[in-house]
């Protein structure tokens, strides 16, 4: 009997669900449905224009405060439930303060942009057949480059974009979008010329911007006397992104990389190549490998059904 009154519960549940389900779905109407393609999309183009500055890091900082939040209402933990309500009274003010750059740039650029760039057709990124490949040419070119602007001693600082979209350091420079070679670097960096001054952000083993100007760090007094602005500039972007920074000295030609914030020098062509390729492209295998490994565990499971679960359990 128990179990009957159960099944009846759980029916008659099931039955009020969709009873509901359909009384929403019928209430929908054609403004409803254009009303929320029109925010999806702006909320769309948000994201794409966010991503290109820190503050995608800022948001994301956030909506982790806010699930804790909603976790801390669910279990009524009064204290908790309060800092963070009282957080978010104060927090937003400060975060508008602190983060003033970052919302102005966005501002602007919704400014600018046009309809073309606004809409379905708009220009999309440069996407590589062979990714692997062409960061492997890139990395053999950046090698190449460093070695000859060190013993030249020409003075060099190149930024290797990773996870952290560094939009705004590509908004202050120029604009070029072009395959990186030896002779483009050393003309980039020649001296007195317009781009020799700025760094160059390369971005999917693309030169994607040159002339583009670093910010400082953040506790510059900790840093050594002796270094340069460019070295200064290196470990400010470090900073700021996991972006791998490669400066090389105007005074002595060595070849130095900045990468979390610290610096490390004495580079060679050979030991540059290495770490790039460690860093970039054995770390993007990695993780495709972790994908791929994921999406066949999943797709074993769904064919196996409980038996393989089971004799995984007993092994």
């Known amino acids: ?105 966005i501002l602007e650029k919704m400014g600018q942009t046009n309809v073309k760039s606004f809409g379905i057709f708009g220009g999309g990124g440069y996407k590589a057949d062979d990714e692997t490949k062409n960061w492997d040419d890139t990395i053999e070119v950046i090698g190449e480059a460093v070695s000859q602007l060190s013993e030249t001693r020409t003075g060099a600082l190149i930024v290797i974009e990773r996870t952290t979209r560094l939009g705004e350091q590509i908004d202050n420079g120029t604009v070029m979008d072009c395959i990186p070679s030896v002779a483009t670097l050393g003309s980039i960096f020649f001296p007195k010329t317009p781009l020799h001054d700025g760094a160059v952000i390369i971005r999917n083993a693309r030169i994607i911007a040159a002339g583009c100007f670093l910010p400082t760090p953040q506790k510059e007094e900790r840093i050594n006397k002796q270094l340069g602005s460019r070295h200064r500039a290196a470990i400010g972007m470090s900073e700021n992104s996991d972006a791998i920074i490669i400066v090389v000295s105007e005074e002595t030609g060595t070849i130095s990389i900045a990468e979390n914030g610290e610096l490390t020098r004495g580079y060679t062509k050979d030991r540059i190549i290495k770490y790039l390729k460690s860093q970039i ?21 769904t064919d196996g059904g409980e038996e393989n679960d089971r004799e995984n359990t007993e092994e």
């Open 1 to 105: 009997m128990p179990y009957l009154a159960e099944r009846e519960m759980d029916l008659e549940f099931i039955s009020d669900t969709w009873v509901k389900f359909v009384s929403i779905v019928s209430s929908i109407s054609i403004r409803d449905v254009i009303d929320i393609i029109i925010l999806a999309y702006i909320l769309y183009k948000l994201i794409k224009i966010i991503r290109e500055t820190r503050a995608r890091q800022l948001l994301t900082g956030i909506l982790i405060i806010l699930g804790v939040y909603l976790i801390a209402s669910w279990w009524q933990l009064k204290v908790m439930s309060y800092l963070l309500e009282t957080f978010f009274q104060i927090g937003i003010l400060a975060v508008i303060i602190v983060f003033q750059p970052e919302l102005r740039r």
């Open 281 to 301: 492209i054995d770390e993007k295998l990695s993780s495709d490998k972790k994908l791929f490994s994921r999406l066949f565990t999943r797709k074993e499971k």
